[in-house]
């Protein structure tokens, strides 16, 4: 009896301890699963995954300071203009910053690109140095990424842009073109008797871009040839539109448009069809018209008009551009030798820079003020265009003009326009970047 009582408590033993073995196993199992469980969804929430746009271009999941969204909308944004158009805003100022070395050079030259006219092929027309390559802006409280022509032809896919203003304005399209082409080439499908106004096409992305020569953005009749020599006073409309960009207004998406130097010349101002005045055309019949009137009378029409259109449009209005003539201007001897930026504080901008920016920023401001649907930006690069004396093309507007003379004495130069590559580049970034910046209707 001892003994079968013994095997029988023998045997419960181990019956005991393989059922406690099997719920602390069932314990451990539901407390990992938990734990798997909890961690999961915590994860799932916390790592963001990388977008991808079309034609495999991943696009960055968190954006780099400043900057809100590599993503572009497709649709007009709002107008989330910087500090620099509204104290109030959180956005840094672009346009306030420094130029700074940049080793890695221009981002196409006249080799990869076909598109530079020849008055800004500094390269080939034999200028001897390329320092002024090597710069790139840099805005004092944020990072401005290079322009990503992959990027912003996506973007401008089934749209339209198009630039409106002077010779400047040209010089821009052309830098535009050069980027562009890294990703497609444009074919050109439309210009003028002159080559002044042009427009190409971008098949892959059915994306047109046009630049309408309007240097007034009013009426006007012009009496001058292609090298600035005038027969006559320029007949300026101060109150009607140049038709040639008002009756293709409707076909933008984009617009980049500028006033600039031409009012400097001598015209003749007309409102309502009737003689005003004029500005520096010596006449004793007429009385003579301030600059300031007449820039802002037409910056008025221009604004009021893009504003008040039941045509809904992005536009960006550009500042002046100051040129960097010293010792005489254009047709007196004037010339650009300096192969450096300046730094901030080492220029200050001439009178009538001053004045006619004044001008822009109080139009633009009473514009913006007044806009009914469609959005304006203001494109302020008079202040970081005026630290680059070293961006002209001087007397390299023609090809060797040094050849067989001696010195510049009877070499015209260019001190307004600017070389391509050249610093003009940057004002793709500064565009692109206000363009990332803008939010959805």
């Not at 840094?92 to 598109?115: A, H, I, K, Q």
């Not at 096409?201 to 009749?221: D, M, Q």
Request: with cysteine.
């Amino acid at each position: 009896m001892k003994k079968m009582k013994l095997d029988m408590n023998n045997n419960q033993i181990p019956s005991n301890l393989k059922q406690n073995q099997m719920f602390v196993k069932i314990a451990i199992g539901l407390i990992l699963m938990w734990l798997a469980y909890h961690f999961y969804f915590s994860s799932s929430i916390q790592i963001s995954p990388v977008v991808e746009a079309d034609d495999d271009h991943r696009l960055p999941s968190s954006p780099p300071p400043v900057v809100a969204n590599l993503t572009l909308s497709g649709e007009i944004p709002v107008n989330n203009t910087s500090i620099h158009e509204d104290e109030g805003s959180m956005e840094c100022d672009v346009f306030t910053g420094e130029w700074v070395r940049d080793p890695t050079g221009p981002r196409y030259t006249n080799r990869s690109c076909n598109t530079i006219e020849h008055h800004q092929n500094c390269m080939k027309n034999g200028r001897p140095d390329s320092d002024y390559f090597y710069w790139r802006w840099s805005p004092v409280d944020c990072d401005l990424p290079a322009f990503d022509p992959k990027l912003f032809l996506e973007f401008m896919r089934k749209k339209s842009m198009a630039f409106i203003g002077d010779s400047i304005t040209r010089n821009h399209v052309q830098s535009l073109l050069c980027i562009l082409s890294q990703v497609e080439e444009a074919v050109e499908v439309y210009h003028d008797d002159e080559y002044r106004s042009r427009r190409w096409f971008f098949g892959s992305h059915n994306f047109s871009l046009s630049v309408i020569w309007s240097p007034f953005l009013t009426k006007a009749k012009i009496f001058e040839d292609n090298d600035g020599h005038s027969s006559g006073a320029i007949e300026l409309h101060l109150d009607e539109l140049n038709s040639v960009w008002v009756d293709e207004f409707s076909n933008f998406d984009y617009i980049m448009i500028a006033g600039g130097k031409w009012f400097l010349k001598t015209a003749v101002y007309y409102e309502n069809n009737t003689i005003i005045g004029c500005h520096n055309c010596n006449k004793a019949n007429l009385s003579e018209v301030v600059l300031d009137y007449a820039y802002r009378k037409a910056l008025h029409t221009t604004l009021d008009f893009i504003t008040r259109s039941n045509h809904k449009v992005y536009a960006f209005f550009r500042t002046t551009t100051p040129d960097h003539f010293e010792n005489g201007e254009w047709n007196t001897g004037g010339y650009c030798n300096r192969t450096v930026p300046f730094k901030d504080g080492e220029i200050d901008m001439r009178d009538i820079d001053t004045i006619m920016r004044d001008i822009e920023l109080e139009e633009f401001a009473n514009a913006k003020a007044a806009t009914n649907g469609s959005v304006l930006r203001l494109f302020d690069t008079t202040r970081l265009s005026l630290l680059r004396p070293d961006g002209h093309p001087g007397p390299y507007r023609a090809f060797h003009p040094l050849d067989g003379k001696i010195g510049n004495a009877e070499v015209q130069n260019d001190c307004l326009h600017w070389c391509l590559p050249g610093p003009i580049d940057s004002w793709n970034d500064l565009m692109m970047n206000l363009l990332v910046r803008g939010e959805r209707i």
